[in-house]
């Protein structure tokens, strides 16, 4: 008995498993309805794949997709989501599968389980393995259920979603699909057989469409980057219409995460209204109305919600992302709400990262784009190139620290250290009797011009963002200013410590040489690591291609002025005599006069200096024309 019990359990098992494997050999019979996504795909690399048979009474449904999440079957009166009968299946976190009867509402909200499931339990059957999602739905072609089950025997437009998200959904139903999915080219009749041509279709309600378009914007505010995209083309894209008492927002990008639309009394992020839409999976797109409190912490869903729900609403479709906002010009939340039938600087925030249903605004993925002056959505139809002078205050900062630290301070530096002996006291570099050597009037105007740049770009940056401001997001942006502040610091105290130095042969005199050493090092090392966040920091005003450019153009310098000073150190160690007295210390208050040897043949270190001399100035005026001409 046993060993029957067995042979009949195995049998079960095998069948089972045959029952709900998908065969697209069976695509040949004109009876079978089939559909791959690819065209040529095998059921172990289908994004998507359907075969469906019938008998006369009943339909076998036979689904499988390479995405392990979900996948199903929609039958629609058009061909758009909505008033939906769905089948199909899903796999839960413990990896088991579960095959549904569905209704999708309204296109917009998540599907729900059928209140009367029609499925033939005892041959409906779903598996997992090795990544692949297969699932076998078995239904009467006709029920009792005509709130929610579609009649099978009649043509209806076939959608065709599917999904990397295991379930269940948020209403207990399929999760999400992954992308728009497919819907037939015209209405099909299962029990008809086979309509071979399929072709991707907005599978969106009319009525829930944003159809943003850059006509007329003479008769209303528009903007678009860059300035000559189409909706679904660009990186950003705005209308704003607006009548004696509401406004309506419509956004447009091909980020795939998040848009929206700030409202601020200045230029810097904090304290400023927000609205727009997030995608929180999927195609799932949710509108919110949000407050950005410090411009450092993330902003948060206001309090009180005052769009109009009904008429606020996202879309993604074909990697675009769109967004329709309507609201009173004057809300009666005063607190996280501005009234917009007043002037205020706009801000175009948007990004790949998508959010949840709950909180605000994922952080958007460059610093946005302001207006450059204050603009009321009411009267105003353009707010010009929408470049602020932050951004240029933001350029210029860039510029002057480039030149101060890849073009100056590593020179300075080396001519300090390494060449003392190449340019000894009785060398000087302007043919003046009492001058300092060479050596030192080429560091110390090296060292000089550098701090006045660093304060230079210091002041510029403060007054471009009128005061201390972070430059939010992870670590690497908040840590940015910090670095500058402390690589500043160091740089205005090397020449007060030198103004204030004890002479050469003075006991206390190592305490200074290595202060200033320290110190200087420091200042360097920080600065170098500085100039590449601030690469990363102003990603947003120079971003695209050319963005990646000044971060080759610092490794690049990294590389060779490391390669240089590397030789130099290794002559200087090999050439190194046992006496110190060739070493010349700086001496009072402007000159020095410590006593050298005659110096050798250094061809070779002063063809490596005017070589390092080249490329970190060559470099830095690179990487300024760079910043220059990069525009947002």
């Not at 019990?5 to 309805?33: H, M, P, R, W």
Request: with cysteine; net charge negative; charged share 15%.
């Amino acid at each position: 008995m046993k060993t029957l019990a067995a042979v009949a359990l195995l049998f079960l098992v095998v069948e089972t498993a045959k029952g709900q494997n998908i065969d697209f050999g069976k695509c040949s019979d004109s009876a079978v309805y089939c559909h791959r996504k690819p065209a040529d795909c095998t059921p172990a690399s289908c994004l998507y794949g359907v075969t469906v048979e019938t008998d006369g009474t009943q339909a076998t449904i036979t689904l499988a997709t390479s995405e392990g999440g979900m996948i199903a079957l929609g039958f629609s009166d058009d061909q758009s989501m909505g008033e939906d009968d769905v089948a199909g299946c899903y796999r839960k976190s413990d990896d088991s599968v579960i095959f549904v009867d569905s209704w999708n509402p309204n296109g917009v909200n998540p599907n729900k389980l059928d209140t009367i499931d029609n499925l033939d339990m005892g041959k409906s059957m779903g598996s997992y393995s090795n990544g692949l999602l297969q699932c076998q739905i078995v239904r009467d072609l006709t029920t009792n259920d005509t709130d929610e089950d579609r009649d099978w025997t009649q043509a209806w437009f076939l959608l065709h979603p599917y999904a990397s998200t295991t379930g269940p959904g948020p209403v207990g139903s399929l999760p999400y699909h992954s992308a728009t999915p497919e819907i037939s080219s015209t209405r099909v009749n299962i029990s008809a057989g086979q309509v071979p041509t399929q072709k991707p279709t907005s599978a969106v309600p009319p009525s829930r469409l944003v159809n943003i378009d850059f006509d007329d914007c003479d008769d209303k505010f528009c903007y678009q980057n860059p300035s000559d995209c189409t909706p679904a083309t660009c990186l950003y894209g705005l209308t704003i219409e607006t009548t004696s008492t509401e406004a309506t927002i419509k956004l447009t990008t091909t980020a795939d995460g998040m848009i929206a639309l700030g409202f601020s009394a200045d230029v810097n992020m904090g304290e400023d209204d927000v609205v727009g839409c997030v995608r929180t999976g999927g195609s799932n797109v949710v509108a919110k109305d949000a407050w950005n409190p410090n411009g450092r912490n993330p902003n948060v869903k206001d309090t009180v919600d005052n769009l109009d729900t009904s008429n606020s609403f996202g879309t993604f479709v074909d990697g675009t992302l769109q967004c329709q906002i309507v609201r009173t010009l004057i809300s009666t939340d005063t607190a996280q709400d501005y009234n917009w039938n007043v002037p205020w600087y706009l801000f175009y925030p948007y990004s790949t990262s998508t959010g949840s249903d709950g909180g605000g605004f994922p952080r958007h993925s460059l610093t946005p784009v302001t207006t450059a002056s204050k603009v009321n959505i009411t009267t105003d139809r353009s707010a010009g190139s929408a470049t602020s002078d932050r951004i240029k205050f933001v350029k210029a900062h860039g510029i002057f620290m480039i030149l101060a630290w890849i073009g100056l301070a590593s020179t300075g530096m080396i001519l300090a250290r390494y060449y003392k002996k190449v340019f000894p006291n009785d060398q000087p570099l302007f043919c003046f009797s009492g001058m300092p050597a060479a050596w030192f009037q080429l560091h110390r105007i090296h060292m000089i011009t550098t701090v006045l740049f660093s304060i230079i770009g210091f002041i510029v940056i403060f007054a471009g963002v009128k005061g201390w401001t972070a430059a939010g997001g992870d670590g690497l942006r908040t840590a940015h200013p910090i670095i500058g502040v402390i690589v500043v610091a160091l740089a205005i105290a090397q020449p007060i410590m030198a103004a204030f130095r004890c002479a050469p042969d003075d006991e206390n005199r190592v305490i200074f040489n290595w202060a200033h050493f320290l110190v200087g090092t420091t200042a360097l090392i920080l600065g170098i690591v500085n100039v590449y966040l601030g690469i990363y920091v102003a990603d947003a005003q120079f971003g695209g291609f050319l963005d990646r450019i000044p971060v080759y153009i610092v490794i690049a310098w990294t590389v060779i002025a490391f390669i240089i000073e590397m030789i130099l150190e290794i002559k200087g160690y090999m050439a190194k005599s046992a006496s110190d007295s060739n070493e010349i210390e700086m001496k009072g208050k402007g000159d020095q006069s410590e006593k050298t040897s005659e110096p050798e043949n250094k061809t070779s270190e002063k063809v490596l200096l005017v070589v390092y001399m080249t490329v970190s100035l060559g470099l830095a005026i690179a990487m300024v024309i760079v910043v220059g001409v990069r525009n947002p």
